[in-house]
């Protein structure tokens, strides 16, 4: 595969801007807001109350929100490592990708049916979407050595990420507009737009703009003879275990891995738990009916700053990346992520300082996703499998984010609020940057 290809990586970095959509419109703006809504009110819009029955266990609403989450991420751990060894494999693992995608989109979709009153089965489409999403980017990043040197993977990795920002912000606006200028009244039967049609249209926007991907890059990465298909599942945990024990040799990789591992799951779950947090811990005035309005409001204004500061931040780090490295610049970015959790656990309880936190959020959120997937990328050796690779680091991202939305939700069920799971964060950081630390000695390959 040629590197460096103009076309190729536009249509690469596209892709981001498909399934962007899914994290920013489904798992942190108008899905958490809705799901509040729906499991905290009547169907006349009064309030019930925030504890839900669920599997005969008194639950918080947005507790079950973690643990489902965290589940849907454990049945991705389970099942990536065998499809993408099996992808390296057969050399395929273009189709995976938009096998993924289909499923993350179709589900999208389908949590236009979501239901308080049979929760369970709600919540189906919203496990088989995230399995989608995450599903596919284990495919999709496997891409990156492949089709961009290693001096300009930072550059690409960041305008993937930055146009997967602008992309998702501008769907964002529109569901927007059609919330608030054209939202459907069932009282008095006015405006035609319903909530629920913006989760049609992130199904519809990721399937749709995902078919420039799918139709320039290549269908084979690779190619194997297959002589024997005996046990080809199992494959793909052989793989792994032969990545697992290539990282082992490696000192300074799995040094990163291992920061990597602390540092994403405080990363990830404040990418999960930020909207309910704000809803639940941030004081909106005493009048329920004004608070509601004005938090929701407020709300997709702050994900609206963290998407366009976002933007500013991956080049701004990409940038930074390349006068000092790529290390040197994860830890300011870790460093930044400590501030703003201490910041949020001590001072944060109104609306504009949870606007200050956003734009710092949006700062450092698409640099340390972007420089976390390059540096990973510029410290593979050669190889043909880089499907399993980015399994392995896949996997390294879902638990990390397993136990850490696991642990958010558990200290916010067992003390009765969310302010005390901030704790669980920074020790993440911390230790991540702690671990990152010796990567920056001398005696290292400067990354």
Known sequence: MEKDNKQMIRAWTFYDWANSVFPLVITSAIFPNFYDFVTTHDADGNFTGKSIQLLGITFENQNIYSFVYAFALLIVVI??????????????KKMFLQFFCYLGSISCMGLYFFNRDHLMLSFVPFITATIGFWGSLVYYNSYLPQIASPENQDKVSARGFALGYFGSSLLLIICLIGIMVFKYDPITHQGFFKVKYSFLLVGIWWIGFAQYTFRRLPKKSHHHKITNKDGLFSKGFKELSNVYAQIQLMPQLKRFLTSY??????????????????RNEIDWGNDPVVAEKTKTSALIVSILIIQFVGIAGSFLFSWMSRQIGNVKTLIVTISIWIFICVFTYGVVHTPFEFYIVAFLVGLVMGGVQALSRSTYSKY???????????????VIEKLGMILGTISFGMISQLTGGMRNSILSLIVFFIIGLIVMFPLTRKKNIEI
């Open 380 to 394: 593979l050796p050669e190889t043909e499998d880089h499907t399993s690779f980015f399994s392995f680091y896949d």
């Open 261 to 278: 591992f602390f540092y994403n799951m405080g990363v990830q779950t404040i990418m999960v738990v930020a909207v309910l947090f704000a």
């Open 79 to 92: 099942i990536t490592p065998i499809l993408s060894g099996v992808a390296d494999y057969l050399g395929n």
